[in-house]
C-alpha cells in the first residue's frame, strides 16, 4: 500500500491520541495485503511510541509466535473486509483486561480502519483522476489535425468563391466558430492539470469552458462578440427577427478580470433558453444598457406568480412545459451572477424605474434584466 505522508501523520496521532492509558505500552499497526501464495501478509504502517529501532517483519518476528497474555490483536476491518490489524502489548501479565480497556481499544481499531478505508479510496480516485486527464490530453491531441485541416479548407473555399460576398460571410462566421473551439480545446487540456476555478461553480455543468488564463485581458465585447454572432445566425436560420445594439458601450471595451468570464456563460443560457422556449416565429434579442444587459424574447409569456420560481433548480414554467429541458439553466445563470456581484430577474412593470421606459420602448414579452457591477468590473483591472 502506497503511504501518503498525510496518512502516515494521522495514523500516528491516533496512536498518540491513545497514550500511555491503563498499562498500554506499545501500539503497532498492520497492513493486510494479499500474497502470491494467497496468504494475507502484514506491513508494518506505524507504532507507538515512535522506536528508532525498527521492527522485524510481522513473519520473521519470533516474539508473535508464542501466545502473550500481555498482548492482543483487534482486527482493523471496513464491513466484512480485513484492512489490517492493531498490536496491542500492556503491562497486564494476568491476562484479565479491563472491559473499559478493551472497548477504548475496540473504538480505535474502529477510528483507524475509517483512515485507512479513506486513504484507500482517495488513492482509487486519484488513480482515476490521472486516467482521465490522460484520456483528455489524448482527445485534444486528436482533435487539433482535423480542427487544422478544417480550417485550411475553408480558407481555400474562400479563395475559390472570390467576390461572393454572403458566402465569404458564411465562411468567416465558420473560421469564427473554428476559433472558438480552438479556444475551447485549449481551456479542456489545462483542465488535464490541476488548477482552481476563478469562483465557486458548484456541482452543475458548464456550457462554456471557463477563462483559465488568468492572465490573459478579456473584455465584455471579447466574451460576447462570438455568442451574438452564433444568436444572429441561429435567428437566421430560423427566419426570425434578431436585436442587438448597432455599438457595444464604453464599458464592454475596458479590460475586466478574468473572473467576470461567466458572463459569456450566463448569456449564452439567456440566448439558448430564448430560443428553445419563444416560438418559432418570434423576437429574440439582447439589448446593452448602463447597468448590464437586456435579453428578451416575443414567445409566449411568463407569468407573474412564477417569476421568481422560474429561476429554482428544477422548476419547470408552464410556458416550457411541452419543451424538453432540465430547469437547471435560469438557476444557474442567477447562481453565476451574483457569485460575481450581480443580479438577474425577469423584468415586471413597475419594479424597476431603469428600464421601465426601454421596456415599454420594446414592447417584448419576456424581458430578463442581467445587472452588473460594472464600476467593479473596470476598477479590478486598473
Same mark, same amino acid.
Given at each position: 500500500?502506497?503511504?501518503? &505522508? ?26 493486510? %495485503? ?18 528508532? !529501532? %525498527? ?9 508473535? !509466535? ?42 480505535? %481499531? ?10 484507500? &479510496? ?109 444568436? !444572429? ?87 416550457? !412545459? ?61
Amino acid at each position: 500500500m502506497k503511504r501518503s &505522508d498525510e496518512f502516515q501523520d494521522l495514523i500516528l496521532k491516533q496512536l498518540e491520541s491513545f497514550g500511555c492509558f491503563m498499562g498500554v505500552k506499545h501500539l503497532i499497526v498492520y497492513f493486510a %495485503s494479499p500474497q502470491e501464495n494467497s496468504k494475507a501478509g502484514f506491513e508494518l504502517i506505524s507504532q507507538w511510541p515512535n522506536f528508532e !529501532k %525498527s521492527l522485524l517483519p510481522f513473519d520473521d518476528d519470533p516474539e508473535l !509466535k508464542v501466545a502473550s497474555p500481555n498482548r492482543r490483536w483487534y482486527p482493523i476491518q471496513d464491513k466484512e473486509l480485513l484492512i489490517g490489524v492493531l498490536r496491542v502489548e500492556t503491562e497486564i501479565e494476568n491476562g484479565e483486561w479491563p472491559l473499559s480497556l478493551d472497548s477504548r481499544l475496540k473504538a480505535l %481499531s474502529s477510528s483507524l480502519a475509517k483512515c485507512f478505508a479513506i486513504e484507500i &479510496d482517495r488513492q482509487k480516485n486519484n488513480e482515476e483522476i490521472n486516467n482521465l486527464r490522460n484520456q483528455v490530453k489524448i482527445v485534444v491531441h486528436q482533435l487539433r489535425n482535423p480542427l487544422a485541416a478544417l480550417t485550411t479548407y475553408a480558407k481555400l473555399l474562400m479563395k475559390r468563391l472570390g467576390s461572393d460576398d454572403n458566402a465569404r460571410e458564411i465562411i468567416e462566421s465558420m473560421l469564427v466558430e473554428q476559433s472558438q473551439i480552438n479556444n475551447y480545446l485549449n481551456s479542456f487540456e489545462k483542465v488535464s492539470e490541476p488548477f482552481r476555478f476563478p469562483i465557486e461553480l458548484g456541482e452543475e455543468r458548464l456550457l462554456l469552458p471557463p477563462n483559465l488564463d488568468n492572465l490573459q485581458k478579456i473584455t465584455i465585447q471579447s466574451l460576447l462578440k462570438p455568442i451574438l454572432e452564433r444568436g !444572429k445566425a441561429n435567428a437566421k436560420l430560423q427566419n426570425r427577427i434578431w436585436t442587438q445594439n448597432a455599438h457595444w458601450p464604453t464599458w464592454t471595451l475596458e479590460s475586466i478580470a478574468s473572473r467576470y468570464a461567466v458572463v459569456a456563460e450566463i448569456i449564452a443560457n439567456l440566448l439558448e433558453n430564448a430560443f428553445k422556449y419563444s416560438d418559432k416565429n418570434s423576437e429574440v434579442g439582447i439589448l446593452i444598457i448602463d447597468s448590464g444587459f437586456l435579453i428578451f424574447d416575443n414567445g409566449k409569456k411568463i407569468s407573474k406568480c412564477e417569476s421568481e420560481k422560474i429561476f429554482e433548480k428544477g422548476f419547470r414554467g408552464s410556458a416550457s !412545459k411541452d419543451i424538453k429541458g432540465s430547469g437547471v439553466g435560469l438557476y444557474l445563470a442567477r447562481k453565476l451572477a451574483r457569485q460575481i456581484g450581480g443580479e438577474l430577474y425577469l423584468c415586471e412593470e413597475g419594479v424597476n424605474n431603469e428600464i421601465i421606459n426601454l421596456k415599454k420602448d420594446l414592447k417584448k414579452t419576456n424581458i430578463f434584466h442581467l445587472k452588473l457591477p460594472i464600476e467593479q468590473m473596470n476598477r479590478e483591472v486598473k
